[in-house]
């Protein structure tokens, strides 16, 4: 999926943008991410990037780091979205859906009056990002969708199998890891791969060692999100 045509290159990006620590979620490149916005800060992150570019990173707390509750260490890599649907319900809370773009990596925390965090960014790294598709050749799709058979067996899922095969590979690795229950390191792992093929065997190994511990008693047999 397109965002705009304005973000064809890291260039076209804004140099600082509002960041959004929350973890366990990830926003990869073109895949798109539904959020309930209730929370005071978060509103007018929401508003101001309305404004502008609407814009927002969502980065992960890293809780080796330290920080506090309300304001906790970042990762320093996120995936950057904009606002493409905004619906606001009758409680006062709002919807939206952020569509990927790129990664960042995070150069800067600037201090800010704003209720929100916002950090100087750079899109360089993963400029293969403004990509569509890149690198799906290189993929290993069987091998994918035979661990997802397995896995949601080994959880009595089922899954639109239609749909699965249809889907394009980008869109398909993405949004399995982007709906994976693992952890927070293992999603920042997801996240930092440096290219589709790379993320693909890292979401393999993660679910072929859930499984594995899941046969022997272990507690990562958990269904996904």
Same mark, same amino acid.
Not at 62 to 69: F, I, L, P, V
Not at 107 to 117: A, D, H
Not at 188 to 216: C, F, G, H, N, Y
């Given at each position: ?6 973000? /064809? ?22 895949? +798109? ?19 502008? !570019? ?9 809780? !080796?780091? #330290? ?11 996120? #995936?950057?979205?904009?606002?493409? +649907? ?30 929100? /965090? +916002?950090? /100087? ?6 400029? !293969? ?23 949601? /067996? ?11 095969? +249809? ?49 022997? #008693? ?8």
């Amino acid at each position: 999926m397109s965002v705009s045509a304005h973000y /064809r290159t890291p260039e076209d990006l804004p140099e600082v943008i509002p960041v959004f620590p929350l973890a366990g979620a990830l926003l990869l490149p073109r895949a +798109q991410l539904p959020l309930n916005i209730f929370e005071p800060r978060y509103f007018a992150m929401t508003d101001d990037a309305m404004k502008g !570019s609407r814009v927002i990173g969502m980065i992960q707390p890293d809780e !080796s780091k #330290g920080g506090s509750a309300m304001r906790p260490a970042l990762f320093s890599v996120g #995936g950057a979205g904009k606002i493409t +649907q905004f619906a606001e319900t009758g409680d006062g809370r709002y919807l939206i859906t952020l569509t990927g773009i790129a990664r960042f990596r995070v150069m800067e925390e600037l201090p800010v009056n704003t209720l929100y /965090r +916002q950090c /100087r960014v750079d899109f360089a790294s993963f400029r !293969s990002d403004f990509i569509p598709r890149y690198g799906e050749d290189e993929v290993d799709r069987e091998r994918l969708l035979k661990t997802l058979a397995d896995y949601l /067996r080994a959880n009595r899922l089922e899954a639109d199998w239609q749909d699965i095969r +249809q889907a394009p590979t980008e869109a398909l690795v993405n949004g399995l890891s982007m709906m994976s229950p693992y952890g927070p390191p293992e999603k920042q792992a997801l996240l930092e791969a440096p290219d589709l093929k790379s993320r693909t065997d890292v979401l393999i190994a993660i679910t072929e060692m859930a499984l594995a511990r899941s046969r022997t #008693g272990g507690d990562n047999d958990l269904p996904m999100q």
